[in-house]
């Protein structure tokens, strides 16, 4: 039979696809066939691919199952896998994961700076977009782990240099924030108009409170009657814990009890958080001016007023010039906090422990105080260790609640606030 006469071979490989095979050339066939797989896998995870929507929920609700996020953080987790499905897919909603590829880096790198800059007036983009990115990748990893995409590609981080670290104030910047409006003595029948910003009690308490007690500023904002207390040592405590209504913790470790000081006491947070168990009950608010919501919890009024939209703007920044140059902001208290015990000599685990971070070691010096129960060891330590040269005796509560009462019934200065949750 004459060779040209026999037939093509032809080999199936995919749905309608087959390879076909010149007579004569049945070696090549042989050859290539080791290679096929990876071809069949491409046009297998093409044909299968779910649509990337989909596919980005389940990964969204893969990393919320996984890990321990704060509720803050599961906000900001959500908010921005919206934003990488509305880059992704907007132009084709039926886009499926196999579709991914190095153009999406690209598009990623010259859509998202437009979308995070719209509505927004902070000077951290770089830092965002570093946030973005790293997500993408995570995305990208969980595909690949998934077989539903061939190789792996990663979009390179913007990010240049480090995060700037929270700088420590230093006590001529303590005495300028401490001798500003909300800290001057005010006589029962103080002109309602005198001080044009308006007196609420977390403008007073919190800048102290961090101070002195190295809390987190919404730790401070979501605090409750309830949670300052005192043990059976007599030692006055702050109760940090996520038990309450909208309450929730970094992490774990979070949870802890911080001593009183005794400057707080003198300066009437006792005599302060009595009033609020008085007026509104043990489950109370202490900040009752504060409002929650899902994306800054409780502490966005107060974020804006100390620390304002922008690096060196609100109180902070217009008492603390030096806050102009980046580094300072409501954080600054803990940082101080913890480097003023650390010159104190108050042995690092006592610091961890007070700032809720987590340590290998006993959460306190108990081998050198075993005949002393952990809270008068810290209370001793705090007392001890926090030791400014700022003068602070001029502060009273008494005083600004004056101010605060010179301005019932004057309309309220600023944007309005949403209907409170507490």
Request: net charge positive.
């Amino acid at each position: 039979m004459n060779v040209n006469n026999i037939p093509p071979l032809s080999v199936p490989i995919f749905n309608g696809l087959y390879l076909t095979v010149a007579p004569g050339h049945e070696k090549t066939l042989e050859l290539a066939m080791p290679h096929l797989s990876s071809i069949i896998d491409a046009l297998n995870r093409h044909h299968y691919s779910p649509l990337l929507s989909e596919f980005l929920d389940t990964v969204l609700a893969r990393f919320l199952r996984e890990n321990d996020y704060s509720q803050k953080n599961v906000y900001m987790l959500r908010a921005r896998m919206m934003k990488l499905k509305l880059i992704l897919t907007a132009a084709n909603p039926s886009r499926r994961v196999a579709e991914l590829g190095t153009v999406d880096v690209q598009a990623l790198k010259d859509e998202l700076p437009m979308l995070l800059k719209q509505n927004s007036k902070s000077g951290s983009q770089g830092e965002n977009l570093h946030a973005y990115y790293s997500l993408f990748n995570r995305m990208i990893d969980e595909a690949v782990g998934d077989n539903l995409i061939g190789k792996p590609f990663k979009v390179e981080s913007c990010k240049t240099k480090s995060t700037a670290v929270t700088k420590a104030f230093l006590d001529s910047n303590l005495v300028s924030l401490f001798n500003a409006w909300p800290y001057r003595q005010y006589a029962a029948n103080i002109d309602r108009n005198t001080v044009l910003q308006n007196a609420t009690s977390y403008s007073f308490w919190l800048m102290p409170l961090g101070l002195f007690t190295g809390a987190r500023l919404n730790e401070l904002c979501q605090l409750r009657a309830h949670d300052v207390i005192q043990d059976v040592y007599g030692v006055d405590l702050i109760s940090i814990n996520a038990n309450g209504f909208n309450k929730s913790l970094k992490n774990a470790q979070s949870a802890r009890e911080i001593p009183i000081c005794s400057k707080l006491i003198e300066i009437g947070f006792l005599d302060f958080v009595e009033e609020r168990r008085q007026a509104d009950g043990k489950d109370a608010l202490l900040f009752s001016e504060l409002i929650f919501d899902d994306k800054h919890l409780y502490s966005r009024a107060a974020s804006r007023f100390f620390c304002g939209p922008i690096t060196g703007t609100g109180f902070i920044g217009e008492h603390c010039p030096v806050a102009m140059d980046g580094g300072f902001n409501f954080k600054s208290f803990r940082r101080t906090f913890a480097i003023r015990l650390e010159r104190s000599g108050i042995p690092a685990t006592t610091i961890a422990h007070l700032l809720g971070h987590k340590v290998d070691t006993p959460e306190v010096t108990v081998e050198h105080y075993l005949d002393k129960p952990a809270s008068l060891v810290l209370l001793e330590q705090m007392e001890r260790g926090l030791s400014y040269n700022v003068p602070l005796d001029h502060i009273s509560w008494q005083h600004f609640k004056h101010l605060m009462s010179s301005q019932i019934g004057r309309k309220t200065r600023g944007r309005k606030a949403k209907k409170a949750q507490h």
